[in-house]
């Protein structure tokens, strides 16, 4: 029997059963060793999901598709370019998605069942009606299992917190309290205490984004010392279910996992402090890494945007896709932004560019941890699938890219949105910066037409015509965006 992950609630925590601590892991397995786990004295109650075996190269070519997903959509980490090949994908093959009554799940409150349009709770042995679960959430297992099968194919994807930070600070300047007050970026990470108050409106898109994402809690040190993050407790926190270990590879380390202990320091109040987990006691190390041992067994796989393109040949040799289905144009990226990658280490950086990264990372620790994490985990894989085959597939993803943006896009590429007067096609403006969209060329033939228009149609409308396809006697509200919540 494989070793069990275990993880700690956003609950009220309670003294764990001893009956329970017999089953409890006490190692995890790093560069194929076995690194043994501090023990915690408090634990939540239990619950089990049987694991899914991976897939790292398909040896077996003729394997069905998989077409019941979770996709965990993070916030300003490449998200909106995966969900739009997962809604062409899903709409070529007439699949059902669960889908979130306006844009969103009710986010920043935690995922609820109850939020997805045409739910209704299946009885013992009935099969979901829904495919595909992919729109905006703050992650809650329980209640996604609610709603997807147990065996559904769950991913997500994560951005090094750096690139995050400077993408987030622009997007959401308007509506985190900590960014709104802050002259710039700079400013604010050279001593973010002075802007940043914990549960704050719209304080979560300032610090520890993608772990909050992920919905999970936050160490209790963190919610205990003054001028540390502690998101409003949601009266309906679940506690996190434990799924067996072992269904996800541990990776060998590719960044220096001292960087996770020695950050650069902030300097507040003309005196240096460190934000990082490394000024934390061993409790808190030790939740994060109960914290990345659930989420290895919870997510089949999870992307990494710096290595965007190699992450989705990934993902098709996962879901037993064809390289097609997963080649797309990049969307809701910012014009002077970065659309892809951006460097992970600090080569080719001003020593001002190396002091905000070492910043950002140190005040995003938790996020640094899992994105350092993932980083291992996607390597991992890539050395299993093999470094030349990948190569390979990643120059011909490119390659088909590169040509249907000629035959589809006016100029091959994004636009300012003051060129797109479609509005079908003309992306929701939010941020300081424009977002890019696309324009079609003209003279297209109509299966083309079609085709294009899938690659090029941004995610809110997207959802509008999958909502439409599934609920045609339903009538839409008109797109407002004074009424969005951000993408």
């Not at 935690?110 to 829904?130: H, I, M, N």
């Not at 098709?316 to 970065?338: P, R």
């Not at 070492?358 to 050395?383: E, K, P, Q």
Request: net charge positive.
């Amino acid at each position: 029997m494989p070793p069990r992950a275990v993880t700690l609630g956003d609950s009220e925590e309670v003294p764990c059963p001893l009956s329970l601590l017999h089953k409890m892991p006490t190692h995890l397995l790093v560069r194929d060793r076995k690194i043994p786990l501090p023990s915690l004295p408090r634990l939540p109650g239990l619950q089990l999901r049987q694991p899914l075996a991976p897939s790292l190269g398909s040896a077996v070519s003729s394997c069905p598709p998989r077409q019941r997903l979770v996709f965990l959509k993070t916030h300003k980490s490449g998200s909106s370019s995966v969900l739009n090949l997962l809604h062409r994908y899903g709409d070529r093959h007439g699949l059902r998605f669960a889908l979130p009554a306006r844009y969103q799940f009710g986010y920043p409150r935690l995922f609820q069942a109850s939020r997805v349009k045409g739910y209704r709770p299946q009885g013992g042995g009935t099969k979901s009606p829904f495919h595909i679960l992919c729109h905006h959430m703050r992650f809650n297992l329980k209640e996604v299992l609610q709603v997807m099968p147990s065996d559904s194919f769950f991913f997500s994807i994560v951005r090094d917190p750096a690139a995050l930070a400077r993408s987030a600070f622009s997007y959401y300047k308007s509506t985190s309290s900590a960014f709104r007050k802050a002259p710039s970026l700079a400013a604010f990470l050279a001593n973010p205490r002075a802007f940043y108050r914990p549960g704050a409106r719209g304080d979560h898109y300032a610090r520890n984004l993608l772990w909050f994402d992920f919905g999970l809690p936050f160490p209790p040190e963190m919610k205990t010392k003054r001028g540390n993050p502690h998101p409003p407790r949601d009266p309906k926190s679940p506690q996190l279910n434990v799924l067996p270990s072992g269904a996800g590879l541990r990776a060998h380390y590719t960044l220096d996992p001292s960087a996770l202990l020695h950050p650069a320091p902030t300097v507040a109040g003309g005196h240096s402090q460190t934000s990082s987990h490394a000024s934390l006691d061993l409790g808190s190390s030790s939740f994060i890494q109960w914290s990345l041992a659930w989420l290895d067994s919870v997510f089949d796989l999870v992307l990494v945007a710096e290595y965007f393109d190699e992450s989705l040949v990934l993902l098709a040799d996962a879901l037993c896709w064809g390289l097609d289905d997963v080649v797309g144009f990049m969307h809701n990226a910012q014009a002077g932004g970065e659309q892809g990658r951006s460097a992970v280490s600090s080569g080719g950086l001003t020593a001002e560019d190396r002091q905000l990264t070492a910043r950002a990372r140190a005040w995003n620790h938790l996020d640094w941890a899992l994105y350092v994490h993932f980083n291992h985990s996607l390597w991992a894989r890539i050395n299993q699938y093999g470094q030349s085959r990948l190569e390979s597939a990643v120059a011909e993803l490119r390659a088909r890219r590169e040509a249907l943006a000629k035959h589809c896009l006016v100029g091959g590429e994004a636009l300012d949105p003051k060129y797109i007067t479609d509005r079908r096609f003309r992306p929701f403006q939010f941020g300081s910066g424009k977002v890019l969209g696309y324009v079609l060329r003209s003279g297209l033939s109509l299966p083309d037409q079609e085709e294009c228009e899938r690659l090029a149609t941004p995610e809110l409308q997207y959802k509008d015509k999958l909502d439409a396809k599934q609920f045609p006697s339903t009538v839409s509200l008109p797109l407002k965006t004074s009424r969005l919540l951000s993408p």
